[in-house]
């Protein structure tokens, strides 16, 4: 069975920081494009960070130079941080993993930023 277990969700002020742990079982982080994709209240959910199975990794334009997402293979967990939070980065998020046509996705995790 497959799990993406997620965690490090919150409420946080603008300016803050988070760090997103997503621990897969079930399947290799090393094998799969892992992502982390987010959904606001009224929005599509948005593709934010990606990383592949080579090691590549992308993101969105409104979290360049703030967000940084990395795996650990041994832990078999990626992770997302997340430095100098704003409004507009409140959503719920979800990590993802996809390999050929096998896609899984995490319960997902709420960050709210407010003060």
């Known amino acids: 069975q497959v799990q993406l277990v997620e965690s490090g969700g919150g409420l946080v002020q603008p300016g803050g920081s988070l760090r997103f742990s997503c621990r897969a079982s079930?399947?290799?982080?090393?094998?799969?494009?892992m992502g982390w994709y987010r959904q606001a209240p009224g929005k599509q959910r948005e593709l934010v960070a990606a990383?592949?199975?080579?090691?590549?990794?992308d993101y969105v334009d409104s979290v360049k130079g703030r967000f940084t997402i990395s795996r650990d293979r041994p832990k078999n967990t990626v992770y997302l941080q997340m430095n100098s939070l704003n409004a507009e980065d409140t959503a719920v998020y979800y990590c993802?993993?996809?390999?050929?046509?096998?896609?899984?996705w995490g319960q997902g995790t709420q960050v709210t930023v407010s003060s």
């Open positions: 993802n993993a996809a390999f050929t046509r096998f896609i899984y």
């Open positions: 079930g399947i290799g982080v090393r094998i799969y494009d």
């Open positions: 990383i592949t199975s080579g090691g590549s990794t």
